[in-house]
């Protein structure tokens, strides 16, 4: 566990996962980064308010250019300002801000350096924790998994903020937007902070769905087929509003 410190701004980590931010001279935040950050501010702050997280536990990034902002180690979400931007550079150097970096630090910046996502929600949603502790993969429930890719995927365990559980995250990923991390939570990403989260609440949704039709007694749910599965995205590739 890092070494911790408490000060007016909340606990931060001294010592932490992930890439070492350093001492380095910090810029300004650009217009455009600080209107993201009041996004991803309001983003975190959801996340809790939906009960996904507890506290300041889970974490939240979205990419503006070749700059990943993030929330920082500890500190409350309804504490954050908007002078509180924090971002580091795809290497894990920060560039903004004084607080450090949340420890997954390297999960997010993972995603970011290998898929095309713009935004990342990382939560420890109750039923989703707990499935990730029953299945390798989420059962074909319903057919929204198809909004994630397929077949949810859970990541086999690792310590949290370890490049090992990196690793594992972005293997559970391939060919998803979503994923269970076995006995910690969910990752999903999107285009935008919106679609990342949204796929966080579908996936703790479901998973609540299948804990809910197992627990009858006597009873086995259905599930889908693959060929099923596969018709559903073929729709969803046409699915919501033309512009």
Known sequence: MAERRDDERGTRDVRGGGPDPGEGPRRSARPEEAGAWEELVATARRTVADGLVVGTSGNVSVRVGDTVLVTPSGVPYDRLTPGDVTGVDLDGRQVLGTLVPTSELPMHLAVHRTTDARAVVHTHAVHATAVSTLVTELPLIHYMAAALGGPVRVAPYATYGTDELAGNMLRALAGRS???????????????????????????????????ATSVPGLTPSLLSGRQLAEVEERLRGYGQRR
């Open 178 to 212: 979503g994923c269970l991390l076995q006995n910690h939570g969910t990752v999903t990403h999107g285009a935008t902070l919106d679609q990342a989260y949204d796929r966080t609440a579908q996936l703790e949704w479901m998973c609540r769905l299948w804990l809910t």
